[in-house]
């Protein structure tokens, strides 16, 4: 901006030096012509120089609505971890009530209220946001059981038609990140719905995926959850508490949407519009495919996909993720 108003001032200047010396000199008719000459030159630069600071001044001001709409989404989504609330309501970290008798209908609740905040932020909302932290402790409930995501400090925006990008420091939390996203460092819309697939595997098992470890296959809970969806035994991982009173029809689709949310290739994975259709219909789902991350963790060979990877996690900050 400063060269702008440099170049400005100094064409201004040799015009007015011009005129003034052309005003003292001799002859009339060729001070006149060498006046209209230099204005000929001269007013166009002028009109560019005046162009471009409108531009520089119009992209400026762009740039600064940008960063305030993305800074006003986030602190309306925000709810601060329950310190600052606009329903001025108490607010619980869905990892407080799991161990707590919530019903079905409860449990359904929750996981639709999820979908439909992650579709606002990934398609309703003005900037198109991933959240790349998505997680049991980032869900909170206020008393009406109602869910808010929350916790928006890994967050990303990404413009206009875009679904993904890419970065060289992977952060997020093990247990809920995605393949792609720990080992190439791509993360996207369907990042964020593999983080939704295994929180609703979870909410729906009343079991959390980090340190889940069956007795008897030795597997995670994507990995148990997976074989008993093939063999046909997908009941069992129902939680005990609701298993009785649950509606089992809701229970078991609502297992095989989080299945195809967890799925190993993101261009497997639904949207999250397509989650939330799938949630409010019963229309016939896809068979899902083997998720990703699908482990058994007592003495696993690692094959083609072994990686060591930072995560920016409360509980570590390095871990050794590994795929079949």
Known sequence: MQCILY??????????????????????????EKKQTLIIILVPSVAVVFLSLALFLLLRRKKRLRKRKMKDILE????????????????FDINKTRNKVLD??????????????????????RLRIIHRDLKASNILLDDEMNPKISDFGLARSVGGSETEANT???VGTYGYISPEYAIDGLYSVKSD???FGVMVLEIVSGKRNKGFCHPDSKQDLLGYAWRLFIEGGSPELIAESIVESCNLYEA?????????????SPRDRPSMSTVVMMLGSESELPQPKEPG????KDSVKASSSSIQSKISANEITMT?????
């Open 7 to 32: 170049e400005l001032t100094a064409s201004m200047t040799s015009l007015k030096r011009y005129l003034t010396a052309g005003d003292a000199g001799g002859v009339e008719a060729k001070s006149k």
């Open 76 to 91: 309306t989504s925000q709810n601060n971890k329950g310190k600052e609330e606009d329903l001025e309501l108490p607010l």
């Open 104 to 125: 079905w209908p409860k449990r359904f609740h929750i996981i639709n209220g999820i979908a439909r905040g992650l579709l606002y932020l990934h398609q309703d909302s």
């Open 168 to 170: 060289n420091k992977v």
């Open 193 to 195: 719905v593999f983080s």
């Open 252 to 264: 078991l689709r609502s297992i095989q949407i989080g299945l195809l949310c967890v799925q190993r």
């Open 293 to 296: 991350f699908f482990t058994t």
């Open 320 to 324: 050794q993720l590994e795929a079949r």
